[in-house]
């Protein structure tokens, strides 16, 4: 990661290593599984998971922000987005990454770009109209947090053996269903995707896992480097609150982009928590509120 001058959250990130360690440890088993059930054809499921994750990697956060509806614009067209971002890249000693806005009443933020090199910076026109200048510069700081420790990049290596089982789980059920054999043949299209539906749902949990520990990560990073956490926290309650004056046909619109955002299009209660992209809000606004009374703000 390039140098910047966003402060880092040591136990986060050893609670992050962990569970990337845990995802990749499942993914070298999921792989073996699969070359010693395929037998010969093991190079042709390597090859189809390199082009697979090559994909991913590549073209999933341009194609998100496609389908987010991000249009970039230049300093003239948004002078206030333009100088908020260009002081948060000053006293954050980074590149300033592509800014761009999506037209759209959901009031919110994203990132996207696998580099710093290669990012861009969205905020929606609902998220201009009713944020103040301070609590959006706490959003686009929050952000420019996840664009400075690469957390799209990171989110899509972990998310990736996720989009693989459930593709195998699917070539296996419409392979299985379209062809006859032996009984172990039966067998093997039996336990092909059993076993890949438990990886699926092992690596999504895990996913989900990490990009919480990643928001909460970027809300202290954010808050941190503009030195108010208070106006974080206000964006945040502001935000949450706004949402549900949102039409519910746009929220289940944009909530396939949820891991995306600054916060979730729709949360849920309960167990729904278990599945969520980002903290509660309760979580965040906590760790915002002891993060004020570390540094004596009110």
């Given at each position: 990661?390039?140098?910047?001058?966003?402060?880092?959250?040591?136990?986060?990130?050893?609670?992050?290593?962990?569970?990337?360690?845990?995802?990749?440890?499942?993914?070298?088993?999921?792989?073996?599984?699969?070359?010693?059930?395929?037998?010969?054809?093991?190079?042709?499921?390597?090859?189809?998971?390199?082009?697979?994750?090559?994909?991913?990697?590549?073209?999933s956060d341009r194609i998100a922000a496609y389908s987010m509806g991000a249009r970039e614009v230049t300093p003239e067209q948004a002078p206030e987005l333009h100088g908020a971002v260009d002081r948060l890249c000053a006293l954050a000693d980074m590149p300033k990454p592509k800014?761009?806005?999506?037209?759209?009443?959901?009031?919110?933020?994203?990132?996207?770009?696998?580099?710093?090199?290669?990012?861009?910076?969205?905020?929606?026109?609902?998220?201009?109209?009713?944020?103040?200048?301070?609590?959006?510069?706490?959003?686009?700081?929050?952000?420019?947090?996840?664009?400075?420790?690469?957390?799209?990049?990171?989110?899509?290596?972990?998310?990736?053996?996720?989009?693989?089982?459930?593709?195998?789980?699917?070539?296996?059920?419409?392979?299985?269903?379209?062809?006859?054999?032996?009984?172990?043949?039966?067998?093997?299209?039996?336990?092909?995707?059993?076993?890949?539906?438990?990886?699926?749902?092992?690596?999504?949990?895990?996913?989900?896992?990490?990009?919480?520990?990643?928001?909460?990560?970027?809300?202290?990073?954010?808050?941190?480097?503009?030195?108010?956490?208070?106006?974080?926290?206000?964006?945040?309650?502001?935000?949450?609150?706004?949402?549900?004056?949102?039409?519910?046909?746009?929220?289940?619109?944009?909530?396939?982009?949820?891991?995306?955002?600054?916060?979730?299009?729709?949360?849920?209660?309960?167990?729904?928590?278990?599945?969520?992209?980002?903290?509660?809000?309760?979580?965040?606004?906590?760790?915002?509120?002891?993060?004020?009374?570390?540094?004596?703000?009110?």
């Amino acid at each position: 990661m390039a140098r910047t001058r966003f402060a880092s959250d040591h136990g986060l990130t050893r609670r992050m290593v962990l569970t990337m360690f845990l995802i990749g440890l499942l993914y070298v088993v999921f792989v073996g599984v699969l070359i010693a059930a395929f037998g010969q054809a093991w190079p042709l499921i390597l090859v189809l998971a390199g082009g697979l994750f090559f994909v991913q990697f590549w073209f999933s956060d341009r194609i998100a922000a496609y389908s987010m509806g991000a249009r970039e614009v230049t300093p003239e067209q948004a002078p206030e987005l333009h100088g908020a971002v260009d002081r948060l890249c000053a006293l954050a000693d980074m590149p300033k990454p592509k800014v761009a806005i999506a037209d759209t009443d959901v009031p919110n933020a994203f990132a996207t770009g696998r580099s710093q090199k290669k990012s861009m910076v969205c905020a929606t026109t609902g998220l201009l109209r009713r944020l103040e200048p301070d609590e959006l510069e706490g959003v686009l700081a929050h952000e420019l947090s996840h664009v400075a420790h690469r957390d799209v990049a990171v989110m899509t290596v972990a998310a990736f053996l996720g989009v693989l089982a459930g593709l195998i789980t699917r070539m296996a059920l419409w392979t299985g269903l379209s062809r006859g054999g032996r009984n172990n043949q039966n067998v093997l299209f039996l336990l092909i995707p059993l076993i890949s539906a438990v990886v699926y749902v092992i690596s999504f949990l895990l996913t989900r896992l990490l990009s919480r520990y990643r928001e909460l990560s970027a809300d202290r990073a954010g808050a941190l480097l503009t030195g108010r956490p208070s106006a974080l926290a206000s964006a945040l309650t502001k935000v949450s609150g706004q949402m549900g004056r949102i039409p519910t046909r746009d929220l289940r619109q944009a909530e396939p982009f949820n891991a995306f955002y600054f916060a979730p299009a729709l949360s849920g209660d309960g167990l729904s928590k278990l599945f969520s992209s980002h903290p509660t809000l309760e979580q965040r606004l906590d760790r915002l509120g002891r993060l004020s009374a570390e540094l004596g703000r009110p």
